[in-house]
């Protein structure tokens, strides 16, 4: 039995490819483009379901309906009426936008620390240099999930007082949901960086991971610049 390699096809075992007898019947590079064609389909999915959500941040700003979109108009000589029938007699305060700038900063930083993670696996550094940045960047969106949770507990008001508090919350459970989702994979590929499955240049999933985490920093974002700025 030998092994051998010829041109692009990979490695030979008794004329047969190495990747066909391991149940792999494409190259690495049909097996990325695929992957990062699947990843890409999954963002423009996302990117459509973050411009609905902006559409109705402005359409019901716009629209302001029964002067609810703040309760600007609302007072005790002209009480407006929440989701329960329960009297609003002042404005609706805005919510602090520094909550949401500081974890946009957060998801911005953990993106460039997974970028770097990728970085390192390319030209091949120290295993422990790869795995170090890829915890850190686990850590920082740890960090950023924390303070969105705190987030909650924070805002001057709920669901039911007017369309600008219930789609600013809404705005905040979309992050904290993307958050997760990355955070979660993060974790993952701390530890697999951690085991040695980037070593010796197989940094393809790293890419991905990266362009993904990118992606979830552009959209945090501008998300919190429309929900400071047009508040």
């Not at 109705?56 to 009426?81: D, H, M």
């Not at 970085?119 to 091949?124: L, N, V």
């Not at 940094?203 to 974002?221: G, K, P, Q, T, Y």
């Amino acid at each position: 039995m030998s092994v051998t390699t010829t041109g692009h096809e990979g490695p030979q075992e008794n004329g047969r490819n190495v990747e066909a007898v391991a149940g792999h019947h494409e190259t690495r590079e049909q097996r990325d483009f695929k992957e990062r064609f699947a990843l890409w389909l999954f963002i423009t999915g996302d990117a459509l379901f973050l411009v609905m959500e902006l559409f109705f941040w402005f359409y019901l700003r716009a629209l302001n309906t029964n002067g609810l979109w703040r309760g600007v108009n609302c007072s005790k000589a002209n009480a407006c009426v929440d989701g329960l029938g329960n009297p609003i007699t002042h404005s609706i305060p805005k919510a602090n936008p520094w909550y949401s700038v500081g974890i946009a900063a957060l998801v911005v930083v953990a993106a460039l620390l997974i970028w770097a993670v990728e970085r390192a696996a390319r030209t091949s550094e120290k295993r422990s240099i790869v795995s170090g940045l890829a915890g850190l960047s686990a850590l920082v969106l740890l960090a950023a999930i924390a303070l969105q949770c705190y987030q909650f507990g924070k805002v001057p008001f709920t669901t039911i007082q007017g369309t600008y508090a219930s789609t600013y919350l809404f705005f905040m459970g979309s992050t904290l949901g993307h958050l997760i989702l990355l955070g979660f994979l993060a974790i993952g590929f701390w530890n697999r960086a951690r085991v040695g499955k980037f070593d010796n240049g197989q940094w393809h999933h790293l890419r991905l991971f990266r362009i993904f985490a990118v992606w979830i920093a552009l959209s945090a974002v501008i998300l919190t610049a429309v929900s400071s700025l047009f508040a």
